[in-house]
């Protein structure tokens, strides 16, 4: 009776011990998919803040006097930059947001030009804009998706019992701030 005790206990713990260990490397498993996927964010905003000065060189040969613009623009891109190098999700909102703003008052600008808006170069830029605008929807879409599913885990039993152990915790959604839920409003 005595070796059977020992051996039952011996099982539970091995299975215990397994399930430990399979649980905290699926929680640090989504945590790190969560991390990639937000750095997926940030490689398509240095791609955006990237064409930017490509852009404002073509719309500043038509408009030069619009230097408030240029210099919106400007910060806007060291503002994505800085927003890149920490993990703070909500502070890359922000910076995507005033880029999105700055962006859109050069485009609004090029718009009192009819002969800018014809350049090739300017389509092309504009193309090539709109293509990483998909891309980064997808990526804040992506990092949504696996912060769902991170934070899905993190709070259900019996993952939740692990995530001290794993240290992983739950993630905020990457939302657009309020004022940019709308596309936004230029004017001069």
């Known amino acids: 009776m005595g070796a059977t005790l020992v051996a039952v206990?011996?099982?539970?713990?091995?299975?215990?011990?397994?399930?430990?260990?399979?649980?905290?490397?699926?929680?640090?498993?989504?945590?790190?998919?969560?991390?990639?996927?937000?750095?997926?964010?940030?490689?398509?905003?240095?791609?955006?803040?990237?064409?930017?000065?490509?852009?404002?060189?073509?719309?500043?040969?038509?408009?030069?006097?619009?230097?408030?613009?240029?210099?919106?623009?400007?910060?806007?891109?060291?503002?994505?930059?800085?927003?890149?190098?920490?993990?703070?999700?909500?502070?890359?909102?922000?910076?995507?947001?005033?880029?999105?703003?700055?962006?859109?008052?050069?485009?609004?600008?090029?718009e009192n030009y009819p002969d800018l808006k014809a350049s090739a170069n300017f389509l092309q830029l504009q193309d090539q804009l709109a293509d990483t605008e998909n891309q980064v929807a997808f990526a804040r879409q992506y990092y949504n998706d696996a912060v769902a599913t991170l934070n899905k885990k993190v709070v259900t039993i019996p993952w939740m019992f692990f995530t001290g152990i794993a240290g992983v915790h739950k993630r905020p959604f990457y939302a657009a701030p309020e004022a940019h839920q709308a596309p936004p409003q230029v004017q001069f």
């Open 9 to 110: 206990i011996g099982v539970i713990i091995t299975i215990v011990l397994a399930f430990t260990i399979v649980a905290f490397n699926k929680l640090r498993q989504l945590d790190v998919e969560t991390e990639e996927a937000l750095g997926g964010i940030d490689v398509q905003l240095t791609r955006r803040a990237d064409l930017v000065p490509n852009l404002v060189n073509t719309v500043k040969g038509y408009a030069g006097h619009e230097k408030a613009i240029f210099e919106e623009v400007t910060a806007a891109r060291t503002g994505v930059a800085k927003a890149a190098a920490s993990h703070d999700v909500d502070q890359k909102a922000q910076a995507e947001a005033r880029l999105d703003r700055a962006i859109g008052n050069v485009i609004a600008v090029a």
